[in-house]
């Protein structure tokens, strides 16, 4: 298995810009998670799916983020419009039960 | 809400044993877990331990676990220099199904 894949690894954007964060989660999964990561907050959930059905997003930031999970093997993370304080490695995580939490390698957003 | 805990850092020589401690918010958690982060990667997934267990052992890591103390500790036994890297504590709260991480301890090991 090729575990979960992020893309891109790295992204260098403008302030105002559009950004897409892409994660193909495990086959089989049935939970699939994303994940911020900066120095002065640590590990945050922004919104994880179930069955493609978002069940918590109380941690999406405010109405610049969306995420979507059309179907079992493809999730997306949008920024609109992309701000400086977005700046932050984002992580997509993907589980079939609670003894299983595999991360993908993590997209580095760089907001300038 | 309450956060994991854990200290930020801790330095050991190699060979010695390392013992990273947390504590986590919630006594009713099934599953507890310890992940590994090495720079500029992704997490990679070391152990867990189900709540009903005291203790878990795997090769040269050990976690213990005191439910009424909310207490999770990983030691590390004969550790290498290639062990440097952040350790994260979490936690599955019964009222949910996402990871709940602490902040990480920065193990460093020297020669």
């Known amino acids: 298995d090729a575990g979960v894949i992020q893309s891109p690894r790295h992204e260098v954007t403008e302030m105002g810009q559009e950004v897409t964060l892409r994660c193909k989660p495990i086959s089989g999964h049935d939970y699939l998670f994303w994940y911020r990561q900066t120095m002065m907050r640590g590990l945050e959930l922004l919104i994880y799916f179930n069955n493609n059905v978002p069940i918590d997003d109380s941690g999406m930031p405010e109405d610049r983020f969306s995420a979507k999970m059309p179907n079992a093997s493809f999730s997306t993370l949008k920024i609109q419009p992309s701000e400086p304080r977005d700046s932050a490695v984002y992580f997509c995580a993907s589980s079939l039960d609670s003894r299983g939490y595999t991360f993908g390698s993590g997209t580095r957003l760089t907001v300038v | 809400g309450e956060d994991v805990e854990q200290s930020l850092f801790l330095s050991v020589r190699e060979g010695d044993s390392s013992v990273i401690n947390c504590t986590y918010t919630d006594s009713s958690s099934t599953y507890l877990y310890w992940y590994k982060q090495e720079p500029g990667a992704g997490l990679q997934l070391l152990t867990y331990?189900?709540?009903?267990?005291d203790m878990k052992q795997d090769q040269r890591l050990t976690v213990l676990l005191n439910k009424k103390d909310k207490h999770l500790s990983l030691r590390i036994a004969d550790t290498q220099t290639g062990d440097s890297a952040i350790y994260f504590c979490?936690?599955?709260?019964?009222?949910?199904?996402?990871?709940?991480f602490g902040k990480g301890t920065s193990l460093l090991v020297t020669p």
């Open positions: 979490a936690e599955v709260p019964p009222s949910g199904y996402a990871l709940n």
């Open positions: 331990i189900f709540s009903n267990m």
